[in-house]
């Protein structure tokens, strides 16, 4: 197995997080009553409020730190698990 490389992880699962993001945002825009991100996010995001400039761009670098922080614990397990298995025995 080879070693998962830090920096193609982080751009993909922050890119994939952002734009789940934009599209809840959006949908809670068009809906606000349906699928209830009012509540949803200000409980999943601190400091965020429905819905100011200053609080959605809040959200959108809080959603950038849960992705960092999701790969960097994704490439450490698995670089760690690939290190172990590579040893000699």
Request: one cysteine or more; proline letters at 8%.
């Amino acid at each position: 197995m080879t070693r998962l490389p830090f920096a193609p992880l982080v751009t993909a699962i922050v890119a994939v997080g952002e734009v789940a993001y934009l599209v809840c945002v959006g949908a809670g825009v068009i809906w606000p009553d349906v699928f209830g991100m009012k509540a949803f996010f200000p409980t999943l995001l601190p400091g965020f409020t429905w819905l100011d400039p200053v609080s959605f761009l809040l959200g959108f670098a809080e959603v950038a730190l849960y992705g960092l922080a999701a790969a960097a614990v994704a490439a450490f397990a698995w670089n760690l698990v690939v290190d172990r298995s590579a040893r000699p025995r």
